[in-house]
Nanobody, 113 residues
């Protein structure tokens, strides 16, 4: 069964950094756009960033200039989300997505002093 395995979440102070990883199993995603979404308590899941196979990226306005999405096509299309200058409002469960509808289990990111 094809899966997306996220890692890298945790607790960080405001202004700190974290890097999330998403490692797909199987080769079905070699050309799929992939992305990150997040869901805070009581809120709907929202788009964070995406990247195409060719490396074209897109970001939510709330994370532009702070987050960077990247993709290693040589490593089974592992996708990373480098998060810098983290704010308390970035606290959420972060989910990896392989277009159109495959999701990981989520990884918690908590930004708190």
């Amino acid at each position: 069964q094809v899966q997306l395995m996220e890692s890298g979440g945790g607790l960080v102070r405001p202004g700190g950094s974290l890097r999330l990883s998403c490692a797909p199993s199987g080769s079905a995603f070699s050309i799929s756009p992939m992305g990150w979404y997040r869901q805070a308590p009581g809120m709907q899941r929202e788009f964070v960033a995406s990247i195409t196979f060719r490396g074209i990226t897109n970001y939510a306005d709330s994370v532009k200039g702070r987050f960077t999405i990247s993709r290693d096509n040589a490593k089974k299309n592992t996708v990373y989300l480098q998060m810098n200058s983290l704010k308390p409002e970035d606290t959420a469960v972060y989910y990896c997505n392989a277009a159109p509808s495959l999701w990981g289990q989520g990884t918690q990111v908590t930004v708190s002093s």
